[in-house]
């Protein structure tokens, strides 16, 4: 059967439909996407089929649904509300027409500010500002937007002086000297420029990647190139995503332009501040209405792509995320951290062979930098592609530039995807360089552990390293079935049946947990519990091979070679 229709295209019209019924809705057309007619929606249908669209986070359709509702409802305020939600999230022009409606919303007078701002209509944009209340998100924004509305007037000092009280002392202290230092930097006051970029980085306990990116390009431009390149080389220091930028092909891209080139982009870069601060709170809705708002501001902002597509992402709209991402320009300089998140978001998509294409080229592109081929390592492990992906992890640890800085994780990685390809020899080798480079790192510890009890291959020290590792992560389910396997390779029943009940208890529904669990029943004469087991297993997913032989056991029982 061939479906026209797409299951959340059904689900909107089920729940109009159902609304639109208990409102007395009359018969009509309406478009179901596939040119066939349904009865027409009464008002309070399209508003629930609007709602029940946002809960989805499908924002064209909520703004399309909502919009609707309004049309045969306009007097209605929620309804007005929610239709100027729906057009924020989903970007439409119209949010402008629909938020001069709404003279209480802090998200509309914030939204024509911006409007006002890009029309040259400083004054108003500042009086709708000032009217704001000092609480909420907009005890956070209100200072920022002002002082860059005064700076858009021409006004500077007026600018900073805004700033000064939360620079002074408080919690956005190092918010406020960061964008202080752009105002300075725009208006070509270099020296109060970088002084105001100094305490930025001094207030703030992790510096993000916009505020480093940010302040390299305040002291390059101050005359201090040597600590703004010391600066970017930090960020290889994190071993993630960012340290593309402090790659040599990044580098200097970074530092040619200005963050902010006019103060429309200055207001763009605080609703950024608040946006990214709000997904990282968990509230991936709030940080896509003030990302929206920034993108109003400016288009082509790629910190705010990223944040958006984040925020995209983490509703489960991985396709909504990758659209947004597919018109950055490979000259930006963040276009290495986008064509990472590209990545992420086609394999999330099942589009695995272009995620591996974007992670191929990506590496071709930086030479120098490990995070493109051990990425690309650990897609392809996920996929069980385990020889290409001990191949790409060996590229990753051949772009390491020292001996000293070679990172366990990598060895650790590697050493998995060649256990599973079958080099038991050169994984047991990369195990145990992780452990000279971490020796208390409870994952190396329990991954070689259990697998020299998998091998029947020293097995008191396998049972040490699984302790030790018990003890360092000891609500880890995982570890504990390793050492509770290990003590019953060993024999110890009870110890066995202790900890793999322990680790069933953490872990109850992996499959290999519930099997080995299983074993040791068997083995200590308790069939029924055994077989119960057994029976959970199998419906827990196992992996392939697992499958017939748990069935096995459960026809003829745990066989004698298997036993302790």
């Known amino acids: 059967m061939v479906m026209l229709v797409s299951p959340r295209r059904l689900a909107l019209l089920a729940a109009a439909l159902l609304a639109g019924c208990a409102a007395g809705g009359a018969p009509g057309a309406l478009d179901t996407g596939d040119g066939s007619p349904a009865p027409r929606l009464t008002a309070a249908g399209t508003y629930l089929a609007g709602r029940f669209a946002a809960a989805e986070t499908?924002?064209?359709?909520?703004?399309?649904?909502?919009?609707?509702?309004?049309?045969?409802?306009?007097?209605?305020?929620?309804?007005?509300?929610?239709?100027?939600?729906?057009?924020?999230?989903?970007?439409?022009?119209?949010?402008?027409?629909?938020?001069?409606?709404?003279?209480q919303s802090e998200l509309a007078a914030m939204l024509l500010a911006g409007t006002d701002a890009m029309a040259g209509r400083w004054e108003q944009a500042e009086r709708r500002l000032r009217a704001l209340p000092r609480s909420g998100a907009a005890a956070v924004l209100q200072p920022l937007l002002l002082a860059w509305t005064l700076a858009g007037r021409g006004n500077p000092d007026a600018a900073l002086a805004t700033l000064r009280p939360q620079i002074e002392g408080g919690n956005l202290r190092g918010l406020a000297a960061l964008h202080a230092a752009m105002i300075a930097d725009l208006a070509n006051r270099p020296r109060e420029a970088e002084r105001l970029a100094r305490i930025a980085l001094s207030a703030s306990q992790e510096a993000n990647l916009r505020m480093i990116q940010v302040v390299a390009g305040i002291l390059d431009r101050a005359g201090k190139p040597a600590e703004a390149e010391q600066l970017l080389a930090a960020l290889a220091a994190a071993g993630?995503?960012?340290?593309?930028?402090?790659?040599?092909?990044?580098?200097?891209?970074?530092?040619?332009?200005?963050?902010?080139?006019?103060?429309?982009?200055?207001?763009?870069?605080?609703?950024?501040?608040?946006?990214?601060?709000?997904?990282?709170?968990?509230?991936?809705?709030?940080?896509?209405?003030?990302?929206?708002?920034?993108?109003?501001?400016?288009?082509?902002?790629?910190?705010?792509?990223?944040?958006?597509?984040d925020a995209l992402a983490e509703e489960r709209h991985p396709e909504s995320a990758l659209a947004l991402l597919r018109g950055v320009p490979a000259e930006d300089p963040l276009s290495g951290v986008v064509a990472l998140r590209r990545a992420s978001l086609l394999d999330r998509l099942n589009r695995t062979e272009e995620a591996v294409a974007v992670l191929r080229a990506l590496a071709e592109a930086y030479p120098s930098s490990v995070q493109p081929p051990a990425r690309l390592g650990d897609l392809l492990r996920a996929r069980s592609r385990y020889a290409e992906a001990a191949a790409a992890y060996t590229e990753a640890l051949r772009r390491v530039p020292r001996p000293e800085a070679e990172p366990w994780a990598l060895y650790y990685v590697r050493g998995i995807a060649l256990e599973r390809s079958g080099d038991w020899t050169r994984a047991e080798a990369d195990f145990l360089r992780a452990l000279q480079l971490a020796p208390e790192q409870p994952?190396?510890?329990?991954?070689?552990?259990?697998?020299?009890?998998?091998?029947?291959?020293?097995?008191?020290?396998?049972?040490?390293?699984?302790?030790?590792?018990?003890?360092?992560?000891?609500?880890?389910?995982?570890?504990?079935?390793?050492?509770?396997?290990?003590?019953?390779?060993?024999?110890?029943?009870?110890?066995?049946?202790?900890?793999?009940?322990?680790?069933?208890?953490?872990?109850?529904?992996?499959?290999?947990?519930?099997?080995?669990?299983?074993?040791?029943?068997?083995?200590?004469?308790?069939?029924?519990?055994?077989?119960?087991?057994?029976?959970?297993?199998?419906?827990?997913?196992?992996?392939?091979?697992?499958?017939?032989?748990?069935?096995?056991?459960?026809?003829?029982?745990?066989?004698?070679?298997?036993?302790p």
Do not use: C
Not at 58 to 73: F, K, M, V
Not at 241 to 249: G, M
């Open 443 to 563: 994952y190396v510890l329990n991954y070689l552990g259990y697998t020299w009890v998998e091998h029947g291959t020293n097995l008191a020290e396998a049972r040490r390293m699984l302790e030790r590792a018990m003890e360092l992560r000891p609500q880890d389910g995982n570890i504990a079935d390793s050492l509770g396997w290990a003590l019953y390779k060993l024999g110890d029943l009870p110890g066995a049946i202790r900890w793999l009940e322990r680790a069933v208890e953490l872990e109850s529904r992996n499959s290999v947990i519930n099997d080995h669990l299983g074993d040791a029943y068997w083995a200590a004469g308790r069939r029924i519990e055994a077989q119960y087991q057994w029976r959970r297993a199998l419906t827990l997913e196992p992996e392939p091979g697992d499958a017939p032989r748990i069935a096995d056991k459960l026809r003829d029982g745990l066989p004698a070679a298997a036993r």
């Open 58 to 103: 499908d924002t064209a359709a909520a703004a399309d649904l909502l919009a609707e509702a309004l049309r045969l409802a306009p007097e209605e305020p929620e309804v007005l509300n929610r239709a100027f939600i729906a057009a924020v999230l989903d970007g439409r022009a119209d949010a402008a027409r629909l938020a001069r409606r709404l003279p």
């Open 240 to 309: 993630d995503e960012l340290s593309l930028l402090a790659a040599p092909e990044a580098r200097r891209r970074l530092l040619q332009a200005r963050a902010v080139a006019s103060p429309v982009e200055g207001m763009a870069e605080a609703e950024l501040a608040l946006a990214g601060f709000l997904r990282g709170q968990g509230a991936p809705e709030l940080s896509l209405l003030l990302s929206r708002l920034a993108l109003r501001l400016r288009a082509d902002f790629t910190p705010v792509l990223l944040v958006a597509a």
